[in-house]
C-alpha cells in the first residue's frame, strides 16, 4: 500500500531570503527551517504580503474622492484660462530672477557654499556633554568640531546630590518592582513603543551608570505601571486605587526639572510617561504641559533627525541611534493620541520629522505575547508589537494633519476644501487599512480567537479616526426613510460611516474585555470609546425607535466599558461625567435612568442636580449648574445645542454645515 504523503502547509509570507532563492519555505518565526538548516539571516517582509481586494467602504471613499477631484479639476480650468497669460508672462520674470550669481573667488569653495546652503544642521556638545541639534537656520550648526571634545563618564548622570536624589533602587521592594515592570512591558510598551526594553533591563542591573534607565526614568515607569496593577504599595491611600503611584509620580517631577537643565533621550521618554500618568488623575492641562515639555527637549536634542550621518562618522552608536528613533516616534505616537483625544492641534509637524521608524527586532516581534497564565487562550501567539506600532504611527500620519485643516477655526479654508480633504484622506486611510498585513488582521471569528491586545487597540483607533473623518459633515436628514436615502448618499453616507465605526469600537471593546480586562488597557482606548459613545448617544435622539433601541444598546455597553477603566484612567471618570451632561444637554437623560449611578433619571428643570452628578466630582455640579444656565437664557452657542425636527430635537454638534 502506497504511503499517504502530508499536504504541504501554505504559508502567506516566506522569507527574503527563501524568496530571493525562490525556494519553499515553511514560514516558521523567527527562523524557518531552511535558513535554520543554513544558519541565514531570516526575516520577513509583511508589507509584500498579497492583499486581499479592496473593501466596500474604499470602493465608496474612491467614488466620493473621485466626485471632489472632477468638481476641483473643472474648477481649476476656469481659472487656469483667467490667469493663462498672466502666468506665463510671471515665469519669464522669474527665470531672469534665479540665474546663478557670480560668487566672488574666495567663495568658490564647495565646502564653503554646501555650509550656506546646508538645510539639515547638526549635533554639538552642549550642557551635559550631551549631544544638542542646532538647525542650519542658527549658524551653530557650522560649529561641528565640537564633537571632537571628549566625552566625561562622570558627566553621564545628571548632577543630583545624594539627599536630593531618591534612592529607588535599594527602597523598593523587588518583587513589586519586578511585577510593576512586567505590566509595563506587557500592558504599555507594547502599544506605546517608548523604550528599549533589553537596553533598560541592562542598565537597570548597572543602577543607570550608562545613562539610559535613570532615577527619573525608573521613577517615571513604575508610576505609570502602578494604574495598571493592584499593588497597595504603590498607593499613597493604600485603600484608593486612584492615588496608585502618586509617589513615584511626585520623585520624577522633582528629578525633572534638575535633568531639564541637560536633557537626554531618558529625559524626554520619562517626561512623556509623566504627561500620561498626569492624564490617568485626570490632570488634563499638567499632561498637556510635560508632554510639550518633552517634545521640546525631543527636537533639542536632535530625535526628528535622520541619525545615518552620525552614525557613519562615528557620532553616534547604531544602539544610540535605535534609542533615538524608539524615543522620538513613541513621543511622536503619544503626541498625536493626545491631539485627537483632546482636540488640539498638533505640535509636530511631519515636514520636520527624518529619522525612519525604529527597526522591527525579530527577538521583540517573533515572541510570544505572555500573560503569565492570568487569561485563558486556545494557543500562544506571537506578539508583532513593533509591527503594529509602525502601522500605528502611519495611520496617524495620515489622518492627523487632514483633522487639524478640517477642525481649525480658521474661516480661510472653505467648505468644499475641507471635504476635499477630508475625502482624500479617507481613500488613503481606507486603502491603507484594507491592506495590513495577514499577522495585524482581525480573525474571521474575533470572538472566538483572540490577538494580542494592542492589536485591538490599533483597530479601535482606526475606527475612531474614521469617524473623526467623517464627523464634522453629519447634518440633519429629513428623515430615516431608506427612499431618502437613496435621493442623497453622500448626506447619509457620513452618518452611515460614523454609526458603523462606533458600532466596530464598540464591538472590539466587547471582544477585548472577553480575552483580556479593560482594567488594563491603554489610556489611549478611552478616548476612542467616549468618541464612539457619543455617536450612540446621537443615534438615540433619532424618531426611529428601532434606532433609538438599538443606539441604547451599543450606549449603555460603551459606558459600562468607560467605567471598567475608571479605576486606572481618571481620564476615563471624565468622559462618564461628559456623557452624562450631554445626555441632558440633548434631552434623552430620562431614557437612561437606569444606567446612571444614581438610579432614577430627574427632569432637565430639576432646580437641583441630577443624582448622578453628586456621585461624580465637584466640578460636575459647576458644569451641570453652568449648562442648565446658558439653556435657560438661550445663550449657548446653537451649533452645539438643539434644533427642532418636528416634535423630537436633532443635535447639531456634530455638523459644520448648516
Not at 179 to 205: C, D, G, M, P
Not at 215 to 244: I, Q
Not at 532 to 555: E, G, W
Amino acid at each position: 500500500m502506497s504511503r499517504v504523503e502530508p499536504a504541504r502547509k501554505r504559508v502567506s509570507l516566506a522569507c527574503t531570503v527563501c524568496r530571493k532563492k525562490r525556494v519553499r519555505c515553511d514560514g516558521a518565526k523567527p527562523l524557518c527551517g531552511r535558513c535554520a538548516s543554513e544558519e541565514e539571516q531570516c526575516g520577513y517582509r509583511h508589507d509584500e504580503e498579497r492583499r486581499k481586494p479592496p473593501s466596500k467602504q474604499q470602493v465608496q471613499a474612491l467614488q466620493a474622492r473621485v466626485q471632489a477631484l472632477e468638481a476641483q479639476l473643472l474648477e481649476y480650468q476656469r481659472r487656469d484660462r483667467q490667469f493663462q497669460n498672466a502666468g506665463s508672462q510671471s515665469l519669464h520674470k522669474r527665470r531672469a530672477m534665479q540665474s546663478e550669481p557670480d560668487w566672488p573667488p574666495h567663495l568658490q569653495e564647495a565646502s564653503i557654499k554646501d555650509d550656506l546652503a546646508d538645510l539639515m544642521g547638526g549635533l554639538s556638545l552642549g550642557e551635559g556633554n550631551q549631544l544638542r541639534y542646532f538647525g542650519s537656520r542658527s549658524h551653530l550648526s557650522l560649529v561641528d568640531q565640537q564633537l571632537d571634545t571628549p566625552k566625561d563618564p562622570s558627566s553621564i548622570r545628571p548632577a543630583v546630590s545624594d539627599h536630593e536624589s531618591p534612592d529607588l533602587w535599594s527602597t523598593l521592594l523587588p518583587d513589586t518592582q519586578d511585577k510593576l515592570l512586567t505590566a509595563f512591558w506587557r500592558w504599555q510598551n507594547q502599544w506605546q513603543y517608548l523604550i528599549h526594553k533589553e537596553a533598560f533591563t541592562r542598565s537597570l542591573a548597572n543602577h543607570g551608570e550608562d545613562g539610559y534607565c535613570t532615577p527619573f526614568l525608573l521613577s517615571s515607569v513604575l508610576a505609570l505601571a502602578s494604574r495598571y496593577v493592584d499593588v497597595p504599595e504603590t498607593r499613597v491611600d493604600g485603600n484608593d486605587p486612584r492615588t496608585a503611584g502618586d509617589a513615584f509620580a511626585r520623585q520624577a517631577k522633582v528629578l525633572l526639572f534638575q535633568e531639564i537643565e541637560a536633557p537626554r533621550v531618558s529625559t524626554v521618554i520619562a517626561a512623556v510617561l509623566i504627561s500620561l500618568k498626569e492624564m490617568a488623575v485626570d490632570k488634563e492641562p499638567a499632561g498637556w504641559t510635560y508632554l510639550g515639555i518633552a517634545i521640546r527637549m525631543a527636537y533639542n536634542l536632535g530625535l526628528h533627525i535622520d541619525p545615518s550621518h552620525w552614525v557613519n562618522s562615528g557620532s553616534l552608536t547604531a544602539e544610540e541611534a535605535e534609542l533615538r528613533s524608539i524615543s522620538w516616534w513613541g513621543c511622536y505616537m503619544i503626541e498625536k493620541l493626545f491631539t485627537v483625544g483632546i482636540g488640539r492641534p498638533s505640535i509636530i509637524l511631519d515636514r520636520d520629522v527624518q529619522v525612519p521608524l525604529p527597526p522591527i527586532r525579530a527577538a521583540i516581534d517573533y515572541q510570544p505575547w505572555g500573560d503569565n497564565g492570568e487569561f485563558t487562550h486556545s494557543q500562544p501567539f506571537l506578539s508583532y508589537s513593533i509591527t503594529t506600532f509602525h502601522y500605528a504611527c502611519r495611520i496617524l500620519q495620515m489622518v492627523v494633519q487632514p483633522l487639524d485643516d478640517i477642525y481649525t477655526p480658521n474661516n480661510s479654508t472653505s467648505w468644499h476644501e475641507k471635504k476635499s480633504i477630508m475625502t482624500k484622506a479617507t481613500v488613503e486611510l481606507t486603502s491603507f487599512y484594507n491592506n495590513f498585513p495577514s499577522i495585524l488582521r482581525l480573525p474571521s471569528a474575533p470572538s472566538k480567537q483572540p490577538v494580542p491586545p494592542h492589536i485591538y487597540c490599533l483597530h479601535i483607533h482606526y475606527h475612531t479616526l474614521i469617524i473623526l473623518l467623517h464627523r464634522p459633515f453629519i447634518s440633519v436628514p429629513d428623515s430615516f426613510n431608506p427612499l431618502d436615502g437613496l435621493l442623497n448618499k453622500a448626506l447619509m453616507s457620513y452618518h452611515e460611516t460614523c454609526t458603523k465605526s462606533a458600532e466596530q469600537v464598540t464591538h472590539l471593546l466587547r471582544v477585548y474585555a472577553k480575552f483580556y480586562s479593560l482594567r488594563n488597557i491603554s489610556i489611549s482606548v478611552v478616548d476612542p470609546a467616549r468618541t464612539a459613545a457619543m455617536i450612540h448617544l446621537f443615534n438615540m435622539t433619532s424618531p426611529d425607535q428601532l434606532i433609538q433601541d438599538k443606539s441604547k444598546r451599543l450606549f449603555m455597553q460603551t459606558f459600562h466599558y468607560l467605567q471598567e477603566m475608571k479605576t486606572a484612567w481618571g481620564w476615563a471618570e471624565r468622559s462618564v461625567r461628559t456623557l452624562v451632561l450631554i445626555s441632558h444637554k440633548w434631552g434623552i437623560y430620562e431614557r437612561l435612568h437606569g444606567l446612571f449611578p444614581g438610579g432614577e433619571g430627574q427632569p432637565l428643570s430639576s432646580p437641583d442636580p441630577p443624582s448622578a452628578l453628586k456621585d461624580l466630582d465637584p466640578y460636575a455640579f459647576m458644569e451641570w449648574r453652568d449648562l442648565t444656565s446658558w439653556a435657560e437664557h438661550d445663550t449657548i452657542n446653537p451649533d452645539l445645542f438643539v434644533m427642532p425636527l418636528g416634535d423630537q430635537p436633532w443635535p447639531l454638534e456634530f455638523g459644520l454645515e448648516h
